[in-house]
């Protein structure tokens, strides 16, 4: 079935560094992929999204290009902040609902 | 504000004693859907709502039930929990049920601790 899968373990960094989270996913249509955020006691929000290949989502710093060739959609942030600890989740819908596959998260540490 | 409303917050029940997780949005949206977080394993989905009157069975649908009698509430019943349904649980919603590219709104969570 349709799948997303997150590179494993949470990530600690320093305060200005360079964020890369991996994100591959199996699917057997066209899915839309998303990135989600879920920040500490919260719910989780949509943190970008790309709907058709070579799309690049962006907000609040971060990106992520919808890679056919790869089927790949990595989180990038070039400087990170304290305020980005949060776990982030890869995810992707396909055909005509809604039905989200998630990966399983990661827990990004920023030190300051 | 435009919010999806989850309640309890938090609760704490024994094992077998039937509880109600409520969940209602206020957007008007067709689609609502519960998730289950548990460490290790990210989310899943449990049910799940197309429209009113509408629902179907996600990845985890075992020891729960649904209902979808009104547009904008979409409960979560535990007939009898037992501890392995100790979980996060998130109910979300989105405006249709007709794209793959609607963003879901989701809700704070319901910690449910079942001893």
């Known amino acids: 079935g349709d799948s997303v899968t997150q590179m494993e373990g949470p990530v600690t960094l320093s305060e200005e560094a360079f964020l890369t989270i991996n994100c591959t996913y199996t699917a057997t249509g066209y899915p839309s992929l998303f990135w989600y955020v879920q920040y500490p006691g919260e719910g989780l929000q949509l943190l970008l999204k790309a709907t058709k290949a070579d799309d690049k989502g962006s907000n609040k710093g971060f990106e992520a290009t919808y890679r056919k060739e790869t089927t790949s959609f990595h989180l990038e942030k070039g400087s990170v902040q304290v305020s980005d600890s949060a776990v982030y989740f890869c995810?992707?819908?396909?055909?005509?609902?809604?039905?989200?596959?998630f990966g399983k998260g990661n827990q990004v540490v920023v030190i300051p | 504000e435009a919010q999806v409303t989850q309640n309890p917050r938090y609760l704490i029940t024994v094992t077998g004693k039937k509880l109600t997780v409520t969940c209602s949005q206020n957007?008007?949206?067709?689609?609502m859907s519960w998730y289950r977080q548990d460490p290790g394993l990210g989310l899943r989905q449990i049910y799940y709502s197309m429209n009113v009157e509408v629902t179907d069975k996600g990845d985890v649908p075992e020891g729960y039930k649904v209902s979808r009698k009104e547009k904008r509430n979409f409960p979560l019943i535990l007939e009898s929990p037992s501890p392995n349904q100790t979980s996060l649980y998130f109910c979300a919603s989105s405006p249709n049920s007709r794209s793959g590219a609607n963003v879901l709104t989701f809700g704070a969570g319901s910690r449910l601790t079942v001893l």
């Open positions: 957007m008007n949206h067709e689609y």
């Open positions: 995810a992707l819908t396909v055909g005509g609902n809604n039905r989200l596959a």
